[in-house]
């Protein structure tokens, strides 16, 4: 079993930064893509970025430039600093993390997510 815990969320104004922080425990054998995706409110859930365990990184459009998205690969942590938030940044996110778990000599494919963290953006 893979627990995915989320923290930094909360309330910012327009302008401001905050930093998203998810951290992966569990039969972990290996960690590919490390990512965040959100859901705004009536929206469906979007991608915002993911990393690749050699550091390749992909944006959503709408937030290139303002957010920056690290990993580390040892403490199976992945962090989203978002910069110059606006309004419409305002959702659920949540962390997302793809891999293979191993107990014993069973390797499984891992999906999971995290249980989102709210980022709401107004003044």
């Known amino acids: 079993q893979v627990q995915l815990v989320e923290s930094g969320g909360g309330l910012v104004q327009p302008g401001g930064s905050l930093r998203l922080s998810c951290a992966a425990s569990?039969?972990?054998?290996?960690?590919?893509?490390m990512g965040w995706y959100r859901r705004a409110p009536g929206n469906q859930r979007e991608l915002v970025a993911t990393?690749?365990?050699?550091?390749?990184?992909n944006y959503a459009d709408s937030v290139k430039g303002r957010f920056t998205i690290s990993r580390d690969n040892a403490k199976n942590t992945v962090d989203l600093q978002m910069n110059s938030l606006k309004p419409e940044d305002t959702a659920v996110y949540y962390c997302?993390?793809?891999?293979?778990?191993?107990?014993?000599?069973?390797?499984?494919?891992?999906?999971?997510w995290g249980q989102g963290t709210l980022v709401t953006v107004s003044s």
């Open positions: 997302n993390v793809e891999g293979i778990t191993r107990l014993g000599q069973v390797y499984k494919g891992l999906d999971a």
């Open positions: 569990g039969n972990i054998f290996s960690i590919n893509t």
């Open positions: 990393i690749t365990d050699g550091g390749s990184t």
